[in-house]
């Protein structure tokens, strides 16, 4: 039995730690505030046993400017928060650093995305629908000659480019054979949305 003065031990439950990169990826997608950053960089600071000074020379700015932006008398400088997303070992993929720029770029880059994808919903796939429907062999043509042009290359430069013999392009060119579906990716990965866009107006000035 037990007296009245002693304890019985209970095992603690181990305390939910939230890593500063868990905690990024937490709030990246609905974006970061300026106390939210400063919080991060705090939080490194103590994973890596940083002292301020320390701190500093990693992520590239002066002690006053830490403290600054604790207090939120300024915000972290991009590049500071691109040093921190890389020593905290998050992946520098487009969506991290579009996460680490000012709001008003972010929301700039944000919008031309949304165009550039709307070009390429209802301009780029329509066009190749219509090329898959039997499009006359001259817009067709006219399509990979632009895609030369853009590129600075010959029709063999633009097969290479394209992953393509020059005859396979060459049959294609001239509506003898359908565009390959990689060959298509190939497309939309290799050249702008504008650049496509522009062209295919330029075939189809009624589309």
Known sequence: MFGLGEVVAVAKQPVRYLSSRSKFFSLA?????NAQWAELMDLLRVEQGW???????????????????????????????????TAMGVEMT??????????AVKEAVVAADGQSSFVRRTLIYGFF?????????????????GLATIAGVDLAGLAERLGLSLTELTCIREGRKPIPFLV???IIESYTAQDMGALILSLLPTA
Do not use: N
């Open 129 to 145: 629908d219509r090329l898959d429907a039997g499009e006359g062999a001259d817009v067709v043509a006219g399509f990979f000659d």
């Open 94 to 103: 487009r969506s991290s650093l579009i996460a680490a720029l000012p709001s």
């Open 29 to 33: 997608p609905t974006g970061l505030s």
């Open 184 to 186: 298509k990716v190939s």
């Open 51 to 85: 002292t301020d000074t320390q701190l500093g020379k990693q992520i590239g700015i002066s002690i006053s400017m830490i403290r600054q932006c604790r207090i939120q008398m300024r915000p972290l400088p991009p590049a500071a928060k691109v040093r921190i997303l």
